[in-house]
């Protein structure tokens, strides 16, 4: 059983690897290039899987999912504990959430390593 | 006293026994200089309505009973000046996040109980010691100041009636017993540093605060409970010992 400090200390850490990803995305967007450019390039679909042929881009994607999933449902496990309060309600908020935490993580890193597959050709 | 007008006061008043909520009453209380809400409370009591319940005892800021909530915020009876308030209407109501007993009275049974949790006393690893203290403990100036502050609270609970998470999570210590906390963990002359930390360190402990810091913006006493709460959480993440 993971303690509640080591929760709160991996939340505050994704928390800033999210702001840190955020910031380097927007930072990419509007600095690489005139932003009407970029923006094609996001239109682009093939163009976005070729994003996932970079297998560092890719992982720095995944750790992103890691990071997003983690945070969002820690912080609805802690919305859920104070709307109320019981050992079995609080069993169930830790079990469901888990699963489908892992459910979207799974699901995500099946579809960057596609993606990253059908970038490498 | 030359009479300044009057002012109207808004009640609260519930009885168990015959009301299934609330309801407001209202009273007019003369205006005079230096008038209190606890004194126009006390005039009502005395003069108008003599079944009024609220608590109060030494109508100077020091004992803490005499909280309640007067226009929308927590504050004490007896420090409240009527006109500081700046308004032609006061309303009085209990203190929200306690369960309510009579009118303005309310029960501090738990939150007394989530005080006592906290081990609000020095804790020496000698047992014997810790029974039969043997000698004064000495503590330099700065040591004292590591918890000083912490120490001048008066348990009114107006920092639980006006935190947002204690009003949600009942299990939640709230701010007056997490800054009792971290007035002895910070206390030199305490030995239990670790054994306070992990009374906090759960699902419904000190992670809960949101830092709304409302506590602090109500005491009475200029504690800082949001500023014990950082610390603590400060000790959890890095260690270290004060």
């Known amino acids: 059983m993971v303690s509640e400090r080591t929760l709160m200390l991996i939340h505050y850490l994704t928390g800033i690897g999210i702001l840190i990803a955020g910031a380097i995305h927007i930072g990419t967007v509007f600095l690489t290039a005139p932003v009407e450019e970029n923006l094609q390039f996001s239109n682009s679909p093939f163009a976005v899987i070729n994003v996932y042929r970079n297998a560092i881009l890719a992982a720095s994607l995944e750790a992103l999912l890691i990071m997003v999933a983690f945070h969002g449902f820690n912080g609805l496990r802690v919305i859920l504990l104070e709307l109320h309060q019981s050992p079995r309600w609080e069993r169930a908020v830790n079990w469901v959430l888990t699963v489908i935490a892992l459910v979207v993580i799974i699901y995500g890193t099946r579809t960057i390593l596609i993606a990253h597959l059908i970038a490498q050709g | ?242």
């Open chain 2, 1 to 242: 006293m030359e009479k300044q007008g009057e002012v109207i006061f808004k009640v609260f008043r519930y009885d168990p026994s015959r009301d299934r909520e609330g309801r407001f009453q209202t009273y007019k209380v003369p205006l005079v200089k230096g008038l209190t809400v606890l004194d126009a409370l006390i005039y009502i009591k005395e003069n108008l309505d003599p079944t009024l319940s609220m608590r109060y005892s030494c109508r100077m800021a020091s004992c803490g009973s005499c909280g309640m909530t007067i226009n929308g915020l927590p504050r004490l009876a007896c420090y409240t000046q009527v006109r500081e308030l700046n308004s032609k209407v006061v309303v009085v109501e209990p203190l929200a996040n306690f369960p309510k007993l009579r009118d303005l009275a309310t029960d501090f049974d738990g939150f007394f109980a989530k005080h006592r949790a906290m081990k609000p006393y020095l804790i020496r690893q000698d047992r014997e010691e810790q029974e039969n203290p043997r000698d004064q403990y000495r503590q330099s100036d700065e040591e004292l100041l590591q918890y000083l502050q912490f120490a001048y609270c008066i348990k009114c609970g107006l920092c639980y009636a006006a935190c947002p998470v204690a009003a949600t999570d009942k299990e939640f210590p709230g701010p007056q017993a997490l800054a009792q906390l971290y007035r002895y963990y910070a206390d030199s002359r305490d030995q239990a540093e670790g054994e306070r930390l992990e009374i906090v360190d759960n699902s419904h402990g000190i992670w809960r605060c949101h830092f709304a810091a409302s506590c602090s913006y109500v005491c009475p006493k200029g504690v800082d409970p949001a500023l014990a709460i950082q610390l603590l959480r400060k000790a959890l993440l890095f260690g270290g010992k004060r």
